[in-house]
Structure formats: structure tokens, C-alpha cells
């Protein structure tokens, strides 16, 4: 079943050091000392067991070199209420779900398309499969998970979320600052190292492979990828 539109999708970039490094440019890789943050269109989000669609805007093999569309598997906070000016002690409060999610990105767009922005690259129509929610009663610690991404079975991404830059409470309060949050919005907290861009050569997505995002104790995602013409 397709999950509800959320009100907002706020997702976090270069969030685990390993991921920031495959795709850094030269020869140092400068982390971030704030939380990178960019939106996705609340349209995008898919449920489990629904395609990710290739419109043929996403096809751009003809750049050079070529940039397609990549997978990013992630933890996802799903807010339990309106929160603003949260503090870090008392993020878990404002938490009503976890997911596992997929921030799918189209990285020409993301990267060259958008004008310096990466939300065009991350919001085209089944962008943002998520998978079933899961209380967060259910979770001891946000920061203990093991998430696994693996393309038609392959394992391509592992890790654990302790090796988050800005852990999921510090992301709430840092991004609750002034601005109310509304409840059901959802927070993507990062991939990390594994992605096709960040591989030699490059693997993105094509018609008929299949995305599962796996996270320990919170469930499996798994979404087909198929062409639209």
C-alpha cells in the first residue's frame, strides 16, 4: 500500500563520512559542519512493491561522462507531531515512526540540472519509496541500526547508524530552529558509502533490477525499477 503523502520531506546529505568521500572531487574530503539539507517533493513517496519509473526526463547518456538515476538507501524519522526549537535531549519525544527509505536522485539533475539545488534531481514522480512504518517504541536505539542496501541481491551499501555525522536527535533540533516541523513530515538521514555514482566504473539504476533497503529490527523495502516511455 502507498504510504500518505507527507506534508514535508527533508532529507540529509553527505550525513556518513565514507559516503562524502566516494563522491568528493580531488584529493581532500571536507565534511560538513552543519547538516546539509535539501527537500523532496512529498509526490515522489511510493510504497514497497512499487516501481521506481525512468521517465525519459532522467535519461542522460549523452553527458559526459554519463550521469543516471542512483539508489540511496536510508533511515527514515517520520515526526509524531508539530515540533519547533526541539532540544536534542527531547528529539526522541517528537518521533512517532521509522522507515526505511530509498532517496532516489537522478545526479545529473542533481548536480548539474537544478541550478546548484539538488531537489529537481531528487523528486521526480517514485523518487522516495518508503517501507511500512515502524513505532518508534519498537526501537531501542536510533543509533544502533544496521541498514543494508542491495541491488537484484547484490549487498552494495552497509553500515551502521552510529557512523551518522549528525545523529537523528541533533538533525531534529538543528532543523526544528525556528521553523515548526509538521507532523508527519519526514527526515532522510543519510546513505552511506556504496552508491552507484560512487563506483568504478558507475552502476545506476535500469529497467528490471530491484532495490531492497534493509534496516535490522525496523523491516525490508523493496521496489522494481522500471522504464517509462
Given at each position: ?10 532529507g540529509i546529505?553527505k ?10 572531487t ?90 546548484g ?28 541500526l ?41 527526515i532522510?538521514t543519510?546513505t ?36 517509462r516511455?
Open positions: 500500500m502507498r504510504p500518505p503523502r507527507p506534508p514535508a520531506i527533508l546529505g550525513n556518513y563520512a565514507d559516503h562524502a568521500a566516494e563522491l568528493a580531488g584529493d581532500a574530503v571536507r565534511l560538513p559542519e552543519q547538516p546539509v539539507v535539501f527537500h523532496k517533493n512529498p509526490a515522489c513517496v511510493i510504497g514497497s512493491g512499487e516501481a521506481i519509473e525512468l521517465p525519459p526526463v532522467v535519461q542522460t547518456e549523452h553527458c559526459d561522462p554519463p550521469l543516471g538515476v542512483d539508489y540511496e538507501g536510508e533511515l527514515a524519522v517520520i515526526l509524531g507531531c508539530d515540533a519547533r526549537d526541539v532540544p536534542e535531549a527531547q528529539a526522541r519525544d517528537v518521533i512517532a515512526a521509522v522507515a526505511c527509505a530509498n532517496d532516489v536522485s537522478q545526479r545529473w539533475w542533481q548536480w548539474h540540472g537544478g541550478g539545488q539538488w531537489c529537481r534531481g531528487k523528486s521526480f514522480d517514485s523518487f522516495c519509496p518508503l517501507g511500512e512504518p515502524v513505532p518508534i517504541e519498537r526501537i531501542d536505539d536510533l543509533q544502533n544496521v541498514l543494508t542496501t542491495r541491488l537484484n541481491g547484490e549487498t552494495m551499501q552497509q553500515a551502521n547508524t552510529s557512523a551518522m555525522i549528525f545523529p537523528v536527535a541533533r538533525l531534529i533540533a538543528d532543523l526544528s530552529q525556528g521553523t515548526t516541523l509538521l507532523a508527519g513530515t519526514v532522510l543519510g552511506p558509502a556504496g552508491v552507484g555514482a560512487g563506483r568504478k566504473p558507475p552502476r545506476f539504476l535500469r529497467d528490471g533490477d530491484r532495490v531492497e533497503v534493509e534496516i535490522g529490527g525496523v523491516g525490508l523495502l523493496s521496489n522494481p525499477v522500471r522504464q516511455s
